[in-house]
C-alpha cells in the first residue's frame, strides 16, 4: 500500500490587496491610494 505524501508548501506570504479595492465596484487600482478607480472613477482610499 502507497502512503499519503506530504502537502507541500504553496507560494510565500500572501499579499493583502483590501486597500487596493474600489468600494463601489470591487475593480483593483492600478496604483496605490489614494488614487482613483480606473473602472467606475470613485476615489480609492486607505480608510
Known amino acids: 500500500m ?3 505524501a506530504e ?6 506570504e500572501s499579499a493583502c490587496l483590501l486597500p487596493l479595492v474600489c468600494a463601489e465596484c470591487g475593480a483593483l487600482a492600478e496604483q496605490r491610494p489614494p488614487t482613483v478607480c480606473w473602472r467606475c472613477g470613485a476615489v480609492v482610499d486607505r480608510d
Do not use: D, K, M, Q
Open 7 to 12: 502537502p507541500e508548501a504553496i507560494g510565500g
Open 2 to 4: 502507497r502512503e499519503a
